[in-house]
């Protein structure tokens, strides 16, 4: 069965620290997507990214980076000089071809102090 | 511009009551989901359609029911409300097939069973 965890319920950085966000997962397919979403104070979900399990390629966007590792089964994302504004909840998930459910970590809420 | 709808925002209503949850999207895309969002467990899926006239139980279907006679509108049910799903409701659709593609999300449903 697949499973994501993300193992870090609640970190607080002060504002410019670069922060890391763990997600680990489980799956027996062999094609599976992974995915970030934020979840800002205001309460609405946010898709960041979508990565496919033959794309092991890291991704950078602008402060956002992911680093996906199948070895690991590990897909972290790492804010670089991290801002106020940054702070949310931030889900990982997993979406398995074969299944072709998606099923979400219980993620991580992040505060920036100023 | 293209976007999901959820109305009401917020519905209070008591035990044993039939509440129905309404969803819209204007993106014409095929897939739909229902999460509800609790303190410590995430985003757990509930009912999820892949086209018209198609619907599948998530993990947590037990009270809940779906139809989808449109493409546009994915209502949810909740046929004798409980306490239990006293929750922030997420609707959530996406293009492609299945559920490898990213979700956008309307902006949620508070509801409130006394």
């Known amino acids: 069965a697949q499973k994501v965890t993300q193992a870090q319920t609640e970190i607080s950085v002060v504002e410019k620290e670069d922060v890391t966000l763990d997600c680990v997962y489980e799956?027996?397919?062999?094609?599976?997507?992974l995915f970030w979403y934020k979840q800002p104070p205001s309460g609405e979900l946010v898709f960041l990214i979508r990565r496919n399990s033959f794309d092991e390629q890291n991704e950078i966007s602008g402060r956002y980076s992911w680093n996906f590792q199948k070895s690991t089964s590990s897909f972290n994302f790492t804010i670089t000089a991290s801002q106020v504004v940054d702070s949310a909840v931030y889900f990982c998930a997993l979406s398995e071809l074969r299944d072709d459910k998606i099923i979400f970590g219980k993620g991580t809420r992040l505060h920036i102090l100023p | 511009d293209a976007e999901i709808t959820q109305s009401p925002r917020h519905k209070i209503t008591e035990t044993g009551r039939q509440v129905t949850l309404a969803c819209h999207q204007t993106w014409n895309h095929n897939n739909m989901f229902w999460y509800r969002q609790d303190l410590g467990h995430g985003l757990r899926l509930i009912h999820y359609s892949y086209g018209v006239q198609d619907t599948n139980k998530g993990e947590v279907s037990d009270g809940y029911s779906v139809s989808r006679s449109n493409t546009e509108d994915l209502p949810l049910t909740l046929e004798s409300a409980a306490s239990s799903q006293t929750s922030v409701y997420f609707c959530?659709?996406?293009?492609?097939?299945?559920?490898?593609?990213?979700?956008?999300f309307g902006p949620g449903t508070r509801l409130t069973v006394t």
């Open positions: 959530a659709s996406s293009d492609g097939t299945g559920s490898s593609y990213e979700q956008y």
């Open positions: 799956t027996r397919d062999t094609t599976y997507y």
